[in-house]
């Protein structure tokens, strides 16, 4: 079994229904699947397009618990760095892919730091029973959002800053293509990936008795 005994996805689909590796399996295609749908919606304002890929991976981490979420999120980017080298045409990421991608691109950050924020926001929802509460369940996504931009600015500013302070630009410049444009949007998907969640669990809940 991947998913954790307290995550979301254990509670609403039970052992006792389905063989637990087969519902673990089946949930992550369905994970991937919903991460390379949500990449291809998309706005470019940078180097970093805005997508609904950040309100994915907070309704994995919500739903699937650390472990099961993390993996997912983990097998999406691992997947598109074999298709970077095999296929690069193939949509998958929200950017054009190529060979190493996922570990040199100007979205590589971001895309590790889905992993991290699926296993943070898993973590607090289950193991630290966040998700019984609706306000500690929106301090939980809003991590996972923190970590996912912190992430982001930090491979930017180690990679891409000296390269712009070569051509005279500020942290600045680098705050407004990988951190700023995502603040407002990512919080607006933090309060619909919560309500969704607590909205699921309480469903749950409520049919268990």
Same mark, same amino acid.
Do not use: E, H
């Given at each position: 079994?991947? *998913? +954790?005994? %307290?995550?979301?996805?254990?509670?609403? #689909?039970?052992? &006792?229904?389905?063989?637990?590796?087969?519902?673990? /399996? @089946?949930?992550?295609?369905?994970?991937?699947?919903?991460?390379?749908?949500?990449?291809?919606?998309?706005?470019?304002?940078?180097?970093?397009?805005?997508?609904?890929?950040?309100?994915?991976?907070?309704?994995?981490?919500?739903?699937?618990?650390?472990?099961?979420?993390?993996?997912?999120?983990?097998?999406?980017?691992?997947?598109?760095?074999?298709?970077?080298?095999?296929?690069?045409?193939?949509?998958?990421? *929200? +950017?054009? %892919?190529?060979?190493?991608?996922?570990? #040199?691109?100007? &979205?590589?950050?971001?895309?590790?730091?889905?992993? /991290? @924020?699926?296993?943070?926001?898993?973590?607090?929802?289950?193991?630290?029973?966040?998700?019984?509460?609706?306000?500690?369940?929106?301090?939980?996504?809003?991590?996972?959002?923190?970590?996912?931009?912190?992430?982001?600015?930090?491979?930017?500013?180690?990679?891409?800053?000296?390269?712009?302070?070569?051509?005279?630009?500020?942290?600045?410049?680098?705050?407004?293509?990988?951190?700023?444009?995502?603040?407002?949007?990512?919080?607006?998907?933090?309060?619909?990936?919560?309500?969704?969640?607590?909205?699921?669990?309480?469903?749950?809940?409520?049919?268990?008795?």
């Amino acid at each position: 079994m991947i *998913a +954790t005994q %307290n995550s979301l996805i254990a509670t609403m #689909v039970p052992n &006792t229904r389905i063989n637990p590796l087969v519902r673990d /399996v @089946a949930m992550v295609v369905v994970g991937v699947a919903l991460l390379v749908i949500s990449a291809q919606f998309k706005v470019l304002l940078g180097p970093v397009p805005v997508t609904l890929q950040a309100l994915v991976v907070m309704l994995i981490g919500g739903v699937y618990g650390w472990r099961m979420g993390g993996l997912t999120v983990a097998a999406y980017v691992l997947q598109g760095a074999a298709l970077g080298a095999i296929a690069p045409a193939m949509p998958w990421f *929200a +950017t054009p %892919n190529f060979p190493g991608y996922a570990f #040199v691109g100007a &979205t590589t950050g971001y895309l590790w730091g889905f992993v /991290v @924020a699926a296993a943070a926001i898993g973590f607090m929802s289950d193991t630290l029973r966040m998700r019984d509460n609706l306000i500690t369940l929106f301090i939980a996504m809003m991590v996972g959002n923190v970590i996912i931009t912190a992430l982001g600015l930090t491979f930017a500013m180690a990679v891409y800053y000296p390269i712009l302070q070569q051509t005279g630009q500020s942290f600045s410049t680098v705050w407004g293509w990988f951190a700023q444009p995502f603040i407002i949007g990512d919080t607006l998907k933090a309060v619909i990936a919560t309500g969704l969640v607590f909205a699921g669990s309480a469903f749950v809940n409520r049919i268990r008795g």
